[in-house]
């Protein structure tokens, strides 16, 4: 329903719609009650679809935020051992300056 072709089909739809309940059988005179009773059905079913989308976005949205924070824990993890490898090689580098 968020097609180019979609839009086209349905404007095409709509056109013929009209042009037929004006010109030709009459079936839906013109305030086109039953082509409005169509619309809002279909109004609802995109509502539906749209929440329905939404709420799969924002699970997935959900799902790479928590892969991001795991990340991010176990690059600082990773960070802080090699700190404390630098600090130590930092104390034997002042250990041999300072047996020189």
């Given at each position: ?9 349905f ?36 509502g539906?679809?749209?929440?329905i ?8 949205s959900a ?17 802080e ?8 090689q ?11």
């Open positions: 329903m968020g097609s180019w072709y979609f839009i086209g089909a404007l095409a739809f709509m056109i013929v719609w009209a042009i037929a309940n004006t010109m030709i059988f009459a079936w839906d005179p013109y305030p086109y009650i039953l082509l409005n009773l169509f619309l809002s059905m279909l109004a609802g079913l995109q539906a679809i749209i929440l989308a939404a709420k799969r976005q924002d699970s997935i799902m790479l935020a928590q892969h991001d924070f795991e990340t991010n824990v176990a690059a600082k993890q990773e960070l051992e090699l700190m404390e490898i630098n600090r130590h930092l104390e034997l580098l002042r250990e041999l300056r300072a047996q020189r």
